[in-house]
């Protein structure tokens, strides 16, 4: 072995997994050499979970960006050699009508995010999966790109490995246990080893289960937990016996058991002449953190698998044996069977990308197989360009605020993601039960007495709607359907719809306690956003300003979107609970590598946000003002900023709308905000919920909302929010926002769809919720754009002021037409659509109402 290098460019930490080997090998395709990796293992590695994962892929997902890394990795490992397209099932059993509509529900999400997963009848499922009862199945879903990695991503990782050693770019080093890093001034300037010291600008944590050891070094945390998964195996079997398989049958996913089924092919190849099954714990999840895995000498199987107790997984076991009843009929391998452990995540989403204290300290953790090579390709690019072609948002790191590192958060967190790994299906809105009560409004007693029905967001309960306002059910009920359906229901509260139309007759008070908001001042504060805004922030006439502006990225994409408010001396974000950290780290980033002399803090505590909006909203903020003419639209116009006084407390007004209705923001120091919230009650506005902000009222008026309308595959003219003019400063992405103002249209234009017909195959009216592909009426297709990106809707809402739902979607330009039928896939059925406004372009203006007794 050569001598151990004393300085890399890059040093990759847990090189002999299937991520590690990945980031390897992009990293080299993307041109970087001097790379060395390490693992405290042999390479590829004999304990990590790759070394006995189950090595499956499914395409299946309702997450665009986890459908795109599966099937660029199962396009890689084919390339490779390396896969079994054998095909994957999901199926529902008779009387499990839940698991039927999920699984519908995963056909349409394959329709939005173009894998080819379809629906497929008992019959033919059995036809596929021999072993399979088919009585006991209602219908499933077929993905004819399902398979197994073969013979193992141990196998892939290896091989990675080695072309990256032979073409001289990657040193490679097993064995070697990373024992601390070097950090000088918040930054990686190398780690040390067990074979020595190696200085580097760069460092890749991918190790796995023991990322948090790694991180724990650098003072942080990361929100990833091993989890027990009971991996059991059944043989001999003998159905394969000579072929030469890995694999004969297609995968089985009978994920309302929790469960999925596999053989093992050929008795002579490595695992093979067996059943596996594995389980998902739903109830009994053993977590264990890193610090508690045995070092390989210590382990009787591997630090990440433990012993099984067939008590553990009896009950599933037993429902397993009604679906496939070969389990009961061969002999139950006992030794071969154990408790692997794998990453289970806070939100779901692995960690990815720098870390949040000290920099060119980049993690990949939280990965699974299906996505090892995609992942990998998504840090070598970001690594090498800053950004990646697939938004990251959901990935980042940086994603999250500080209370969601503490390790009982992550720990309660990672427990009900644990259980719902395969089992039941999770809702769209579906919130988090731990983790609760973190941050809370200084009125948050007076929601309570009032019956708030509470949702949580960047820590903060947020109430949806009140209990104590749905007499205005008697109001307005004729307007506010009852929503039939129970999965159209769940988490959602009729009232909120009330409050919505009273808001729009009177005024209204919302809660946005939950606002991130940053203060960014120093020497070159205006230097620092003029350079990252799109919209003119300089200039001593901004002053006193609000100003909506977005980030781009160097390829004119949409990053962010945020509001600031130039004061004399500095610059205050108002932005989203869940951008706000992101963006609070993308900017002192941007400001240390650029060398601007700037202090960059999160405020979002110290200061709460009331909004006041509804056609009587001046008169009744006015009762509260000694001088009610400072609010006349003379006085006080649209963007404006002025500060006032409410029950002896200072607030600054800010005159903006997301609902379109007339209003302010009101921004106050928290420990006022109780005395304002009363205040303002006692002039006879109501309480409305976040649901008329965030939603209903917000899609009523077309408003975009960040990571989900606003991507960073669009750019800011489909998003149709682009300024009149260019300003003249520089700033970042402006060539390419330049270039794409040039064309005689864009690619693409977000539009607002409104749905004509939401009756049901069975005649019930349905509010969908999630993610519904758009469809040409014509041919069934989902519509797709001449950049391959595909139509599906990225916000949906029923707006009670004009009775139909709404939803926005990114459609090509050869159907941005206004009045064009289209159609959307809903649970299996299909729904008219009929393309309302192309761009910006409100459904319902409240400005234009005038005010109502």
């Known amino acids: 072995?050569?001598?151990?290098?004393?300085?890399?460019?890059?040093?990759?930490?847990?090189?002999?997994?299937?991520?590690?080997?990945?980031?390897?090998?992009?990293?080299?395709?993307?041109?970087?050499?001097?790379?060395?990796?390490?693992?405290?293992?042999?390479?590829?590695?004999?304990?990590?979970?790759?070394?006995?994962?189950?090595?499956?892929?499914?395409?299946?997902?309702?997450?665009?960006?986890?459908?795109?890394?599966?099937?660029?990795?199962?396009?890689?490992?084919?390339?490779?050699?390396?896969?079994?397209?054998?095909?994957?099932?999901?199926?529902?059993?008779?009387?499990?009508?839940?698991?039927?509509?999920?699984?519908?529900?995963?056909?349409?999400?394959?329709?939005?995010?173009?894998?080819?997963?379809?629906?497929?009848?008992?019959?033919?499922?059995?036809?596929?999966?021999?072993?399979?009862?088919?009585?006991?199945?209602?219908?499933?879903?077929?993905?004819?790109?399902?398979?197994?990695?073969?013979?193992?991503?141990?196998?892939?990782?290896?091989?990675?490995?080695?072309?990256?050693?032979?073409?001289?770019?990657?040193?490679?080093?097993?064995?070697?246990?990373?024992?601390?890093?070097?950090?000088?001034?918040?930054?990686?300037?190398?780690?040390?080893?067990?074979?020595?010291?190696?200085?580097?600008?760069?460092?890749?944590?991918?190790?796995?289960?023991?990322?948090?050891?790694?991180?724990?070094?650098?003072?942080?945390?990361?929100?990833?937990?091993?989890?027990?998964?009971?991996?059991?195996?059944?043989?001999?079997?003998?159905?394969?016996?000579?072929?030469?398989?890995?694999?004969?049958?297609?995968?089985?996913?009978?994920?309302?058991?929790?469960?999925?089924?596999?053989?093992?092919?050929?008795?002579?190849?490595?695992?093979?002449?067996?059943?596996?099954?594995?389980?998902?714990?739903?109830?009994?999840?053993?977590?264990?953190?890193?610090?508690?895995?045995?070092?390989?000498?210590?382990?009787?199987?591997?630090?990440?698998?433990?012993?099984?107790?067939?008590?553990?997984?009896?009950?599933?076991?037993?429902r397993a044996m009604e679906l496939t009843p070969i389990l009961g009929e061969l002999g139950y391998n006992e030794g071969h069977s154990f408790n692997g452990l794998l990453q289970t995540t806070t939100d779901g989403g692995p960690s990815m990308g720098e870390s949040q204290k000290v920099r060119g300290l980049w993690y990949c953790v939280g990965i699974w197989v299906k996505d090892g090579p995609g992942m990998g390709k998504l840090i070598a690019d970001w690594m090498t360009d800053g950004r990646t072609a697939i938004d990251h948002n959901r990935i980042d790191f940086a994603r999250f605020a500080s209370f969601q590192l503490d390790e009982k958060f992550i720990e309660e967190r990672c427990t009900e993601t644990a259980r719902k790994i395969y089992n039941p299906p999770v809702h769209p809105r579906e919130p988090f039960a731990g983790g609760r009560g973190i941050r809370r409004s200084p009125f948050h007693e007076r929601e309570k007495e009032l019956g708030g029905y509470f949702m949580e967001l960047g820590g903060w309960e947020r109430a949806h709607g009140y209990a104590a306002n749905e007499h205005l059910l008697e109001k307005h009920g004729n307007r506010i359907p009852v929503r039939e359906n129970e999965w159209d229901n769940r988490h959602f509260w009729r009232v909120s719809n009330a409050e919505h139309l009273e808001m729009s007759e009177s005024c209204g008070i919302i809660n946005l306690s939950h606002f991130s908001i940053t203060d960014i001042e120093g020497l070159d504060h205006v230097e620092l956003m003029e350079w990252l805004c799109a919209a003119k922030i300089g200039g001593d006439a901004n002053i006193g300003k609000g100003i909506y502006t977005h980030f781009l990225d160097d390829e004119g994409m949409v990053r962010a979107d945020f509001t600031v408010i130039r004061m004399a001396d500095r610059i205050r974000m108002i932005n989203g609970a869940d951008a706000g950290p992101r963006d609070f780290q993308y900017m002192r980033r941007t400001a240390a590598d650029r060398g601007l002399d700037v202090t960059i803090t999160d405020v979002s505590e110290k200061y709460i946000t009331i909004g006041i909006w509804g056609p009587n909203a001046r008169e009744n903020l006015g009762k509260l003002l000694e001088d009610p003419s400072v609010l006349s639209p003379e006085n006080f116009p649209f963007a404006a900023i002025k500060p006032i006084t409410i029950a002896g407390k200072s607030v600054t007004a800010f005159r903006i709308s997301y609902v379109g209705e007339q209003g302010w923001e009101l921004h106050m120091a928290y420990e006022d905000g109780l005395a304002v919230w009363d205040a303002l009650r006692s002039t006879g506005a109501i309480a409305v919920g976040v649901e008329t902000y965030a939603n209903t009222r917000r899609m009523e008026k077309s408003l975009r909302l960040q990571n989900a309308d606003l991507l960073t595959e669009y750019n800011l003219l489909e998003a149709d929010l682009a300024r009149p003019k260019v300003k003249e400063a520089d700033f970042r992405g402006k060539a390419k926002h330049i270039e794409y103002r040039a064309r005689a249209n864009q690619p693409a234009m977000l539009c607002t769809l409104v749905m004509t017909d939401n009756n049901d195959s069975k005649g019930i009216a349905r509010y969908p919720v999630g993610t519904m592909p758009v469809l040409d009426p014509k041919t069934g297709e989902t519509l797709v754009d001449e950049l391959g990106r595909r139509s599906f809707t990225t916000s949906v809402a029923y707006g009670p002021t004009i009775g139909k739902n709404i939803a926005l979607a990114y459609l090509p330009w050869s159907h941005c037409e206004i009045g064009r039928k289209l159609d959307v896939e809903y649970f299996g059925d299909t729904f008219p659509v009929e393309v309302a406004a192309v761009g910006y372009k409100p459904l319902y203006d409240p400005e234009n109402v005038k005010p109502r007794s």
Not at 2 to 8: G, S, T
Not at 177 to 183: G, H, M, Y
Not at 272 to 292: A, K, S, T
């Open 1 to 318: 072995m050569a001598a151990f290098p004393e300085k890399a460019r890059v040093v990759i930490i847990g090189l002999g997994g299937i991520v590690g080997a990945s980031i390897a090998h992009h990293l080299v395709e993307r041109g970087w050499d001097d790379i060395v990796g390490i693992d405290k293992s042999g390479i590829p590695t004999d304990i990590g979970s790759t070394a006995h994962a189950s090595d499956f892929c499914y395409t299946t997902s309702h997450d665009f960006l986890s459908c795109w890394t599966t099937l660029y990795s199962i396009d890689f490992f084919e390339k490779m050699g390396h896969y079994a397209r054998v095909g994957g099932l999901e199926v529902a059993r008779v009387g499990d009508d839940e698991r039927m509509d999920e699984i519908r529900r995963k056909v349409a999400s394959a329709k939005a995010f173009g894998t080819r997963a379809r629906l497929i009848e008992p019959a033919e499922i059995k036809a596929k999966m021999p072993l399979i009862e088919e009585s006991v199945v209602q219908g499933g879903l077929w993905d004819p790109d399902a398979g197994l990695v073969i013979p193992r991503s141990q196998t892939v990782a290896g091989k990675l490995v080695d072309q990256a050693v032979d073409a001289g770019k990657l040193q490679a080093f097993a064995n070697t246990s990373a024992q601390s890093l070097v950090i000088e001034d918040g930054r990686i300037k190398g780690v040390v080893t067990s074979r020595g010291t190696i200085m580097a600008d760069r460092v890749v944590v991918c190790a796995g289960l023991w990322g948090r050891l790694i991180a724990e070094m650098a003072g942080e945390d990361l929100p990833v937990m091993p989890v027990d998964h009971p991996l059991t195996f059944f043989g001999p079997y003998e159905e394969f016996a000579g072929s030469g398989k890995e694999i004969g049958y297609p995968l089985l996913r009978d994920q309302g058991n929790s469960a999925y089924l596999r053989d093992t092919g050929d008795p002579k190849t490595a695992e093979g002449g067996q059943i596996e099954w594995g389980y998902y714990e739903e109830n009994d999840v053993r977590l264990v953190h890193p610090r508690e895995l045995l070092e390989k000498h210590q382990a009787r199987l591997s630090p990440s698998q433990r012993d099984l107790d067939m008590e553990q997984v009896i009950e599933p076991l037993e």
